[in-house]
C-alpha cells in the first residue's frame, strides 16, 4: 500500500487542478494563469517535505515558510486582498483534504500536513504584510519566531 507521502506527492497536480476548480470566480478569475496559481505546485511539494515525506527537518521548514511568504507577498502585489489570501487557504486545504480522503487511516500524518497549512497561512500572512512589519522593524524577528512557535505541530 502506498504511503500518504507517495499518494499527496504523486497527486501535486491533482490538488492544483481541484483547488483551481474551487478557485475559478472573483477575485482569482481576474489573474492571470500564471499569477493564479503562483508558485503552488513548488509550495504543495515542500509542504509535503516538510510534514510527511522528509525528515521534517530545519531546511524543509524553512523552504516551506519561505514559499508561503513569497506567496503572500505575490498575492499582495496582484491585489488580492487578506480576507481573499485566508480563503484561498482555506479552498486550499479542501483540495488536499479532499485528495486524502480515502486514507484516513494514516490520520497522524494528515494531521501533520493540516498543521503545515495553518503554518504556512500564517508564513503568508507576515509575507503580505512584509511592508508593515518592515515599518515596525518587526521583519527580522517575525519568522525566527513564527518557525519557533508554530514547527512544534510539524517535527512530532
Known sequence: MPTLCTILSGSIAEIVARWERLVDREPWSRLTPTDRRD?????????FDATVCGARNADDIERLIDSATRH??????VGLDYDHVMEESALLRRAVWELAQSHRDEYHEMIRVDAGL??????SLRGYARTELEARGEWSSTMPRLIADWTSLLRN
Open 39 to 47: 508558485e503552488l505546485p513548488e509550495f504543495l511539494a515542500h509542504l
Open 72 to 77: 503572500g507577498e505575490q498575492r499582495r502585489r
Open 118 to 123: 495553518t503554518v504556512a497561512l500564517m508564513a
